[in-house]
């Protein structure tokens, strides 16, 4: 099975909805960086994280584990069975983590010094950990991502115009990296494995410092490790999710033959996730905030629900030889793992002195909803443009 | 990918190794020792008349506009609770005495200057610094306005600037560490008519207010907020009333930033975690490799073993 460009037209009526989902989004982001973060967002100082945290960069991380996942199954376990999730799995987490390093530029209000944790040291800080983690990662991503460019661009790189001069040194620069890369790459890919479980666990223990600010049903010691846990867990629902929707969007047949086996890997996963979590939850005598049934509470269950549900699901083979059910039960994962992000930064963070409910603005809404419909307009973009997608059974309707 | 060999592993053990002692040098610079000498502030909220002197004394000594010292007497400003903010570093609130309705409790908010500073173990660059005198202050040069110390403040006491792009500043009260270099008090302090803030070394402080709560137990609680509260702060306080009611968080003994660093360090113990794992993962990717290999070898014996007996 080979990877190719897509063959298929760029723009389609859900493309157009997607531009202008962006460019509203965009609008928003242009009034953030000339008025700054209280003109489009609801922030304060009582709530100084909001939504741009909470799902922009937390659940954007959590949501782009589908590339070390994959990598690790793949590259790491040799299992070559799977070889055709690679390349989108690695695609999806290469865009998303841009977005995330993207999103933490809109969000810090000094944009302009983002390098400056390059230099300037806290090795206490857990966000100088997950920021100096995600920024190694980024540049492992587009060098594992390497690869496919060398493979469409080698002896083919075709500028227009006046930049026909670069043409020689670029394809030259092509051809060294062609000679050096496969006999380096499993340095990269191991150390991507390695740095994501970093910092996928270091994103946990950035609210484990708010202390009692944090609502107890979700302030504990071990968020590091139901951060990275869960991050696992998602992983392969991502790539199912994603697949399962290329396929249809591209019009092929879904590769169920490996993303049946891909499903059954998940249910085991989310079992240690969900026994942790529940597991933490007496130990720390936190069941009690539960039976309160109030927002928070609510919240929990629902988190905790999804995960159950799509645990269950992934246990019957039914749904994992099924399209559509597979598709439900990975979207549940990954609804489940989005909202426990949600909560752990929004829901849980309630401090002393809080005199109203942060809600995220409209403005802090289409800014997230425009950063999504952008990475999606550039994942259909470079599907088209480079051999990411296998296309073994395509099957044309036309 | 393929030729996986002995050498190459060792090549990736090599490089952790590297790393792990890069790792060992950069876990010891943080650990600043705190002076014995270092300072404190006791706020006697039963002396404090509500005057909120201090609060136009911060402004002058810290450039924010202010009106007049005047219009400070204006009283009305105590009906609603105020929090610091970019605008006002400290802020006095008055809340009711019911032992005598005629003095009410009045209680100055600003940085308590933690010992164990949650905000200085969050700040991603170190712009926020804990002083060998135990006062916390913040490098404008480092920040990037990632507004993390505000999520791990205790106090909810770091103010950030939403109405400015460039620039935007992280303010909290500085222990006025300007005017103390010039031998200065600190401008609260200097200015409280009714020497309800002393200033002096936090062991003389929390000494004199042990003394005045053993000396009017009838007016104190027996309670130094302060002392012990997130492992202790620079500012402590002693009350009629109690601290919950005074909007006070009550707090645990155990400094915040305790457990996230412990977690951190545990992680990053001299980068042997991290290497570990790599040198696992690397070693079943050979291993793994090596089955492969061996099983697509078994593989073409068979097909071998096929044509022999066809031919």
Redesign the interface.
Known sequence: MIASPVKQKYITPGVMILIILALNGLAFLAV????????V?N????T??GLWIGVDVAAGVALAAGGFTSA?LV????R?HYHAIVRPALLTAMLGYTFVAFAVCV?????Y??W??LI??????????V?ICVMIYLTVLYIEFLPVVIERFMFRVNLPGLLKILNKPLDGILRILNRGL?KT???F???G??LS??HQ??LG?????????MHPLWQT?IL?LLFLLSAIAVGFPMIIFESLIASRSFKMKPEMKILSSLGSMVAPILAIYLAFKVGDLFIRNAFQYVLVFDTAAWMFIAELALIIIAFLLFLSKKTVDSPLRLFVASTLVIAGVLLNRINNFIIA?N???NPKMYIPSFGEISVTIGCIALLVLIYRAVVIIFPVISQENVKARN | ?KN?NRR?FFK?TA?GVALATLGAK??K??DKMLSEDRIGVLVDTAVCVGCRHCEWACKVAHNIPTTDLDTYSDNTVFKEYR?P?QTALTVVNEFENEKNSLLPIQVKTQCMHCERP?C????????LTKEEDGSIIWNDD???????C???C?F?I????????I??HIRKCDFCHDRRKEGQLPACVNICPNEALLFGKRSEVLRVAKNRIKRKSDVYVNHIYGEQE?GGTSWIYIASKNFDKL?M?T??KNP??G???S???G??AYFIP?VT??AL??T??WV??R??DKNSENLSDIHKDEKGEES
């Open positions: 953030r960086f000339i008025s700054g973060l209280g003109a967002t922030l304060d100082n009582t100084p994280w690790a590259h790491v376990m040799q070559e969000d810090i209000g000094r944009f010094f983002i400056h944790p300037m040291w806290n090795g206490n800080s857990a966000l100088f950990e920021g496969p790459m499993f340095v890919i191991i150390f494995v390695v479980t970093l666990s270091s223990t950035l609210m484990v410092i708010a202390g009692q600010k010691p590091p963070y401090p002393f002195y | 990918m996986l190459d990736t490089f950069s876990a610079a943080s929090r903010e949650a200085v173990s969050a700040c991603i660059v170190g712009a480092k920040c990037i306005g990632c507004r993390y505000m999520v791990a205790q909810q770091p103010t950030y600037d939403y109405d400015r792009s620039d935007p997130v909007k968080p707090l645990v915040a930033p457990i996230s660093e977690i951190q360090h992680i990053f991290p794992l790599y993962l690397r079943i990717m793994s490799t089955h492969k």
